[in-house]
């Protein structure tokens, strides 16, 4: 008899509500999403992500970043990692920049999505740059991370057009719902090991 294939763990990291790490939890759940979410963790206390990973069953860490330098918060978060023998490490709304030595330790096993088409508005506030400047269409952006802000190989990118009678607030709810489907899509094509990373573009095998 055939060995069953073990499977991956991943690590989802997070500073606020977790809505992406929900949608992750439900597709888990669902069978959509045949991996092992190992670990939650947040830089910030109250981070309401953390609760969701408790309510799932989800070891849940919280790993202040006041008061030490980057690469000390980061090697507490590494220690966790590699407790829990992660794969993937997935920035699901972790507002924190990571360092080289962060990186290097998890060369092409992080992901991030952002709620832009990068590279148009990188960093903090995608909805609301792309809605002041008044383009038509949005989107989100799942990429691999290197070394920049919000430059790494892009995985996929899903389309959010801008409606005439759309407020900010409505905009960034359809938004999330788009990213809520394509976070979960990039992680699969990841832990099935069709993503492969050639320069700047990232080929999906079939």
Not at 152 to 163: A, F, H, M, R, S
Request: hydrophobic share 40%; charged share 30%; with cysteine.
């Amino acid at each position: 008899m055939a060995r069953a294939k073990k499977q991956k763990n991943i690590a989802v990291l997070i500073s606020g509500t977790g809505t992406n790490l929900q949608s992750i939890i439900n597709h888990i759940k669902a069978g959509k999403l045949k991996c092992n979410l190992a670990v939650v963790i947040s830089n910030k206390e109250d981070a309401y992500g953390l609760v969701r990973a408790k309510k799932a069953g989800i070891p849940a860490y919280f790993i202040d970043h006041r008061g030490i330098s980057r690469k000390k918060h980061e090697q507490k978060i590494v220690r966790i990692l590699e407790k829990y023998k992660v794969d993937l490490v997935v920035l699901a709304g972790y507002m924190r920049i990571l360092t080289p030595y962060f990186i290097r330790k998890y060369k092409g096993r992080i992901i991030n999505i952002h709620p832009a088409l990068l590279p148009s508005f990188p960093g903090t506030d995608g909805y609301g740059d792309a809605w002041k400047y008044g383009v038509k269409v949005s989107g989100c952006t799942v990429h691999f991370v290197d070394e920049g802000v919000d430059t790494g190989p892009i995985i996929l990118q899903k389309v959010n057009p801008i409606k005439e009678n759309d407020t900010l607030e409505s905009f960034k709810a359809r938004g999330l719902r788009t990213e809520h489907k394509a976070l979960p899509e990039a992680i699969k094509l990841f832990i099935e090991g069709k993503l492969k990373v050639r320069g700047r573009k990232v080929v999906v095998r079939k």
